[in-house]
């Protein structure tokens, strides 16, 4: 079991979700929607490159959202956010968990810290060992964060991307039928005060 005091409390968590706009009119289906996200701890982005403006200059792209695909990234969100806050941890075992940005741009880190703190960190991997960290050791390390911070982030989150489903020609189908599912569940732990 990891040890809170290795990591410093954040007073806020938010998690962003931008879309590709230029996309919209030729999607169809949920896995079709493009687009990122971000992940800020007090206000500083946690996804952050250690060079990414060197990157952006190099590339001639913005790699501000991570991911390119925002939903299965905020399913795997909303699934850890659910079991977090439903207590359905056990610390005997290794707790992290990583929710993968597509094509190598990292991955979010949680684990279970106690009953009301979850550690969040943003980790590369390096192609060789050589090669120089990509993110800075802070946000590698990560941030303790409330248990309800981090449900009620996943929850704005959710609304974001359900807004712009809603808001287009979308299928929805299934896989849309159990990620709302899923954010009921987590909205009904959080605003039943069951956040430990």
Known sequence: MSNERAYPLA?????DVAFDNANSAATQTVQQIYGGVKVAIDGHELTRFESQDALESEYN?????????PLPILRNFSAKALEFARGDVDPTKSTESRIEL????G???LSWLNTSRVRIGFQTVPIGAAVEPTVPIRSAVGFAVKTEDLAQAVLEANENILD???????QKGETVRDFEQTIA???????TGDVP
């Open 61 to 69: 792209q913005d790699f501000e959202y991570k991911g390119e695909y």
């Open 164 to 170: 712009y489903i809603d808001s287009s020609a979308i």
């Open 185 to 191: 569940e987590l909205r009904e732990v959080s605003y």
């Open 107 to 109: 991955y979010i880190v």
């Open 11 to 15: 007073e806020t968590l938010s998690i």
């Open 102 to 105: 597509y094509d190598g741009m």
